[in-house]
Nanobody, 124 residues
Framework: QVQLVESGGGLVQAGGSLRLSCAAS????????IGWFRQAPGKEREFVAA????????VYADSIKGRFTISRDNAKNTVYLQMNTLNSEDTAVYYC?????????????????WGQGTRVTVSS
């Protein structure tokens, strides 16, 4: 089992940047793909980015491609989401999740373990 804790959210002005962290505990963290999802008020949870178990493969949602970068440090059991050029549409609670397999996927139901989320608010 993998436990996940997100951090790094907060209030930022449009055009600014934030870096989210997803710290993992439990066994076999480095055998799971890790994904980031987000949920805005009144909307369904949506895929943002995912990274393979070894960091060698990544997948991004079209809405954030070129602005966000996902990375991982298995020695620190941590996955990061660097978010640049933020806009009001990026306002949401951001969740990290551990996938069933080693390869990244944008399918929500392929993720078994979830963190509690960290809130990101972008002011215009």
């Amino acid at each position: 089992q993998v436990q996940l804790v997100e951090s790094g959210g907060g209030l930022v002005q449009a055009g600014g940047s934030l870096r989210l962290s997803c710290a993992a505990s439990g066994r076999a963290f480095d055998t799971h793909a890790i994904g980031w999802f987000r949920q805005a008020p009144g909307k369904e949870r949506e895929f943002v980015a995912a990274i393979s178990w070894d960091g060698g493969s990544t997948v991004y949602a079209d809405s954030i491609k070129g602005r966000f970068t996902i990375s991982r440090d298995n020695a620190k059991n941590t996955v990061y989401l660097q978010m640049n050029t933020l806009n009001s549409e990026d306002t949401a609670v951001y969740y990290c999740a551990a996938g069933r397999g080693r390869l990244p996927t944008d399918i929500l139901y392929e993720y078994d373990y979830w963190g509690q989320g960290t809130r990101v608010t972008v002011s215009s």
